[in-house]
Each structure stands twice: as C-alpha cells, then as structure tokens.
C-alpha cells in the first residue's frame, strides 16, 4: 500500500515543473526545531526551511501575529500606508545603519531593488556591478547574472549586461576589475550557497575602503546571514563593515515570503515614485509576522544563548574533524550558519551523507558541493545540537 509520502509524491511529480529534485518525504506540519512529515514521522530540522525558520517552526508569537493580521487586513497594495509595514520599516532603521526600506517577497526581489536602487543612484554611463566568484544572489534574471557561479547561467544565456565576478578573496584582481562603468561592488559577508565560505573582515574592510576611494557604493547581501542568523541582528554589525545598500530576506518573516531593501537617506532620494515598485511587496500579513519576529528576537539575552549554543555546536563539529580527518577537514560560519568542509573523498559522500541523516530523522544539506551545512532556527537547543551530532557521527562512523 502507498504511505501518504509517496501519494503525495506520486501527485505533485505530474504536475509540477520539474526545477526542484525534491526529497521523497511531504511536510505537513513543524513546531520549533521539529517538523512531522505526512506519515506522521518526527525529524529535527537543522536546515531550517534554507536558513529561514529562524524562530523555529511557527513560534506561537508569530503565528499570532499572522491569524491576528490576517483577519484584519491582508492586501491593500502600495498605494496606501499600513500599520505592519511602517512598524517593520521603524523597526529595521531604529536596529540598523539604514534611513529607508523598500519591500520585496523574497531575496532575489530585494537584490533586484538593490542593484537598479546602485544603478539609478551613479552618474550617467555608470551601471556596472562586480560581485564574487561562488556568490549567489537569486533566480530572477539580474540576479543570476549577479551570480558568480556559471552554472546559474547555462542555458539561459545571454546574461543581462554590466556583471562582472571577482576572484574570491582577491581584492587585486577586484581592483582591476573597476572601470569607468562600474557603479557598485555586491557581496555576502557569508557565502551560503558556495558552502558557507566567510569573506575575511579585513578583505571586507578593504573592500569597503576601495569602494570609498574609487566612488563606489558598496551592497551586502544579507538575504541568508541576515535577522539573527549569524549572532547578531546583521552579520555587519559584528564585522564593523557598513554598507551603502543592505538586503534581507529569508528569516525576515519566519517562513512568511518577505524581502527588503535598506539603505540612507541620501540614496534612497534617487528612488522616486514610478522607479520601483511591487503590488505584494510589504503585504500586512507578512510585515506582521516579521514585526514579531524581529521583537522577539531583539528581546534582551536572545543572541546570547544563540552565540552560547554556536559555541557549543562548533565544538561538536570540530570534534568531528579530529575523528574523521579523511572526511572532514574544517568547521566555517558563525552564530547558527554554520558548514563542515569536506575533504576532496568526503565530498563524494555529501550527498549521501545528507540521506542517511534524514534516515535518522535529521534534516541538513549539502552547500555548493563542498560542506554539510547546518542553518537551524537560532532557537534550537543544546539537546537537539547534541542528538544531530550523535547522529552525525553515526553517519560519518558508518563511512
Ligand atoms: N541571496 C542570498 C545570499 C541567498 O542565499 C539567496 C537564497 O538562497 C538569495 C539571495 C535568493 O533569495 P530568494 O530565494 O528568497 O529569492
């Protein structure tokens, strides 16, 4: 007989397009770190919805903060003002170096606004934007040509014009890349998708200083290390690296689609009525839930546990790397971003390393091909750490 899970795979296998290889398992419902699948087996979710859960799975705050909103209001577009939206826009200027937010629904929409907010705001015949090789900043078109990995292009070349990719960690061959067109310079403080790969402060530093002599307006994608996930509200704050232009997304709404856009005052001024827009960006029901998402989390000794508990996991994970030198060589990320490298054998392994956790009941992924990578909700506790690692270290045993 068919279990719900292969019904529900049988289903949407014929009707969905094809751009998703999907695990073999439907979700039906999570609380915190648990989610529950449609045979009602249990799993403790270390990846998060993609580093998105940040509260865990429906945090009651949250949750009622949607139903409360959503029996109020739930769309009235951006030709009016709501009280969501303004109170997430004052939330975010009052916890960051930004003067002014534009909404979007999610992270490539945020980076979309990001980069014609770079290119409206430099003078004429200056539009060009470099970002690293192994970024990754989104799927709609600009996004993907701002992508600096070529397997994002394929097939759907020719790639929007004015995109350039730096080396990773080279600031010489970056600073060659500069011309007369090139408006910006747009990275991750963390690579996520490339398998967590930390840009060192003092090449963001430098960065920073070569935007400055050079003219340049400096963006950070702060769609996956952004709202927590990283032990501090923006993974900027800890680096003492401020951007011109700043994107978030993923955990911004904790589950609910939601993206924005932050930058001064001085830049924001380029950006007049009729240059942007979105008919969802900034939905009530969506601004709602990142309002309490983000209260909660600026709730006095919140990333503390998190920084106490990343502490805790990385050791774990370090542990591994002494036991397992053949397979795992190093642990990268900060706060609850965090990726165990491969060695160049242990990377034959990533993918069935993964399968054999969610055999277990444990959910993480495989990043970029290089490191397992762990992005829990910033909720999750010592305990739960502590049973993924046994299970990780059955798993790498088994190998
Ligand atoms: N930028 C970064 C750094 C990301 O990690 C992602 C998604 O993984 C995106 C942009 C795209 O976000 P979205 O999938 O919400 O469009």
Request: charged fraction near 20%; proline fraction near 4%; glycine fraction near 10%.
């Amino acid at each position: 007989m068919e279990t719900q899970n292969e019904l529900l795979k049988a289903k949407g296998d014929q009707v969905f397009v094809g751009t998703y290889a999907r695990y073999p398992v439907a979700m039906v419902k999570g609380e915190g770190t648990r989610l529950y699948d449609a045979d009602g087996r249990e799993y403790l979710d270390f990846l998060g919805g993609i580093a998105v859960a940040a509260l865990g799975h429906c945090h009651p705050r949250v949750t009622e903060a949607i139903c409360r909103q959503a029996g109020e209001l739930v769309h009235v577009s951006n030709l009016y003002y709501t009280r969501p939206q303004t109170e997430l826009a004052e939330l975010l200027v009052a916890n960051t170096f930004a003067d002014r937010v534009f909404m979007a629904n999610s992270g490539a929409e945020a980076n979309e606004a990001a980069m014609k907010l770079a290119r409206i705001a430099s003078p004429e015949g200056k539009y060009g934007i470099i970002t690293l090789e192994g970024s990754f900043h989104g799927r709609t078109l600009a996004a993907v040509a701002a992508t600096g990995q070529s397997k994002f292009h394929q097939g759907f070349e020719p790639m929007p014009e004015g995109f350039r990719h730096a080396p990773f960690g080279d600031l010489a061959a970056l600073e060659a890349m500069i011309d007369d067109t090139t408006c910006a310079i747009m990275c991750e403080p963390i690579q996520g998708e490339s398998g967590v790969r930390p840009l060192e402060v003092e090449y963001l530093k430098a960065i920073r200083a070569l935007c400055d002599a050079r003219g340049l307006l400096l963006i950070f994608d702060e769609v996956q290390t952004g709202v927590g996930r990283t032990g501090s509200l923006y993974a900027y704050q800890q680096l003492g690296v401020v951007p011109d232009i700043m994107t978030s997304a993923k955990g911004l709404g904790n589950g609910m689609p939601i993206g924005a856009m932050l930058t001064t005052e001085k830049l924001a001024a380029k950006m007049v009525p009729g240059t942007h827009a979105s008919t969802f960006g900034g939905n009530p029901v969506a601004c709602a839930a990142a309002v309490a998402t983000l209260t909660v989390m600026l709730e006095e000794s919140f990333f503390s546990a998190v920084n106490a508990n990343s502490t805790h996991f990385q050791a774990g994970l370090a542990k591994m790397v002494g036991k397992y030198p053949a397979l795992v060589t190093q642990v990268r990320g900060s706060g609850m971003m965090l990726g165990l490298v491969l060695t160049e054998t242990g990377k034959e392994h990533g993918t069935p390393i993964v399968n054999a956790l969610l055999e277990k009941g444990f959910i993480i992924n495989f990043a970029g091909g290089t490191a397992l990578r762990f992005v829990p909700p910033l909720t999750v506790t010592r305990e739960e750490i502590d049973q993924l690692l046994a299970a990780l270290d059955v798993t790498l045993a088994e190998l």
